[in-house]
């Protein structure tokens, strides 16, 4: 071994372009940027979605549909899920808190119960919204519906 053979470890040196250095590198006179026109000017950034000056994709697509910024979500919970949550934890009212709690909502999200399933269970339940079969199922389990 001696100093005129060594070389850096492999892929610890990056090869690198040197544009600009004369027509003897290959990348010399324009420097890779082409002739004329703004991408060969300094100071030139693209815009995103810029597409040479023909009209934008996200310009040429039609527009279409209503966006109301005042709609209401509400989160649906129907009966089976309220059966279930009330055989597991003992329950005998079901509130907001209650839901969010055990995973089933956001905290600060809105609730409308609704109908599907059976509901066995005498429970209080209070919520933003409810169906009219779910108020029919819950006062029929002898259980109350309290709208907030």
């Known amino acids: 071994m001696n100093l005129s053979t060594l070389t850096p470890a492999e ?7 040197r544009i600009g250095r004369g027509p003897g ?4 006179g324009t420097s890779t940027r082409g002739h004329k026109g703004a991408g060969s000017r300094s100071g030139y950034s693209k815009k995103i979605g810029f597409e040479g000056g023909q009209m934008p994709l996200q310009r040429r697509v039609p527009k279409f549909g209503f966006k109301n910024p ?9 009966l089976d899920s309220l059966q279930d949550l009330a055989e597991r934890f003992k329950l005998k009212n079901v509130d907001v808190d209650t839901l ?49």
């Open 70 to 78: 005042n709609r209401v979500e509400y989160v649906a919970i129907n």
């Open 100 to 148: 969010a709690e055990h995973g089933l909502i956001a905290k600060k999200d809105l609730v409308k119960i609704l109908g599907r399933g059976e509901l066995t269970a005498k429970l209080e339940v209070k919520a933003h919204a409810f169906s009219q079969s779910a108020v029919k199922a819950i006062e029929a389990s002898g259980g109350s519906a309290v709208k907030l």
């Open 25 to 28: 590198s290959g990348r010399g």
């Open 11 to 17: 892929g610890s040196v990056k090869k690198r372009k």
